[in-house]
């Protein structure tokens, strides 16, 4: 059982799908752990206790994946609501982009809370 | 532009949803460059000309990612095609699972070919 590598194949699909509808060409991407670790920060969603950045990280794709296995949210959604959040930066210079997939998994993560 | 990179984050959510639906637990695997190389040999599409492994590997995850962008063939479709032909194989064992791998995308790669 590895719920968490599941949603690590997941998250870098959708992330890589809303990237290339934003940008109109097709581009696939390989999400940061890092950067879902400050989205989890930055999110209304609690923080495991003692978590390092790897522990938060493996920590959204399993809630992320969860979620969507259980049928709260769909791809499209996930997919719709990082489009949102991305489409206002430069998806080709490396440090928007960082701070791009942060807020958009920010707001995904949000979403996810508000549906419980 | 870069079809290849989003065919190989497809390909690695659809053949880990297939697993996971097949062992009836989550799991998350990036399906090696070599195996969808031999997919390719053992199909009835044909390879592009003096291509090697490489290149082959990234030929299959372009023309899986088209066929999906282009809805000639459903995501659901897809880990069907794989679940039929990877659960006849003991996934948690390597080389089973590479043959596994090989002989599912070999499918898929055929379906894709049949539907022009």
Same mark, same amino acid.
């Given at each position: 059982?590895?719920l968490?590598?599941?949603?690590?194949?997941?998250?870098?699909?959708?992330?890589?799908l809303?990237?290339?509808?934003?940008?109109?060409?097709?581009?696939?991407?390989?999400?940061?752990?890092?950067?879902?670790?400050?989205?989890?920060?930055?999110?209304?969603?609690?923080?495991?206790?003692?978590?390092? *950045?790897?522990?938060?990280?493996?920590?959204?794709?399993?809630?992320?994946?969860?979620?969507?296995?259980?049928?709260?949210?769909?791809?499209?959604?996930?997919?719709?609501?990082?489009?949102?959040?991305?489409? *206002?930066?430069?998806?080709?210079?490396?440090?928007?982009?960082?701070?791009?997939?942060?807020?958009?998994?920010?707001?995904l993560?949000?979403?996810?809370?508000?549906?419980?």
């Amino acid at each position: 059982m590895s719920l968490e590598k599941f949603g690590d194949s997941f998250i870098n699909f959708i992330y890589s799908l809303a990237k290339s509808q934003v940008l109109g060409e097709y581009d696939g991407i390989k999400v940061p752990n890092s950067c879902l670790a400050e989205a989890l920060t930055l999110s209304e969603v609690e923080s495991p206790r003692r978590s390092d *950045k790897h522990k938060k990280g493996d920590f959204v794709e399993k809630i992320v994946a969860k979620s969507w296995i259980d049928r709260k949210i769909t791809e499209e959604e996930c997919v719709e609501i990082i489009k949102s959040a991305i489409m *206002k930066y430069d998806l080709k210079e490396r440090n928007e982009e960082r701070r791009a997939i942060i807020e958009g998994f920010k707001d995904l993560l949000n979403e996810i809370k508000k549906r419980g």
